[in-house]
């Protein structure tokens, strides 16, 4: 092999690995973002339970994603954040071919408000979910 065939494949080998090392640790997001922010404290110190109104949940989080209402009449609102990262057999050549892999993490705000219209009670949970398909679809 001539030594200029081999710097060519050095560039070329470099490239590839920059390239995934830059792709690799991209994220995607989703949802709400006013939710992705926050910590759980930082929301135990927004929502008040009886203090906070539904106004106020809604100037700080924005119209909920789903709106569920109780036997009572009262609503119930729902929001949903979630971030999913690239796994790196995303960015082996070929690889694609057989499926993807993509772990993430998803928050979860359920808001009950009382008959006033204030915070009766609320649940946040942080999980982690992930997408993945092809052959990494049962790992």
């Not at 560039?11 to 991209?26: P, R």
Request: net charge negative; proline share 4%; with cysteine.
């Amino acid at each position: 092999m001539t030594t200029t065939t081999q710097r060519a494949r050095g560039i070329i080998c470099a490239t590839t690995l920059a390239a995934a090392a830059a792709v690799g640790g991209c994220t995607t997001t989703s949802g709400n973002a006013a939710l992705r922010k926050m910590n759980p404290t930082e929301i135990s110190e927004h929502l008040v339970r009886g203090v906070t109104t539904r106004e106020e949940v809604k100037t700080l989080f924005g119209d909920p994603m789903n709106v569920s209402y109780m036997d009572n009449a009262q609503e119930a609102w729902s929001y949903w954040a979630g971030s999913f990262t690239n796994d790196p057999v995303n960015f082996v050549p070929f690889a694609g071919i057989f499926g993807m892999s993509m772990p993430g993490e998803a928050q979860y705000l359920v808001i009950l408000f009382d008959e006033e219209n204030r915070v009766q009670k609320y649940n946040f949970t942080n999980s982690d979910i992930g997408i993945k398909s092809g052959i990494f679809a049962d790992q």
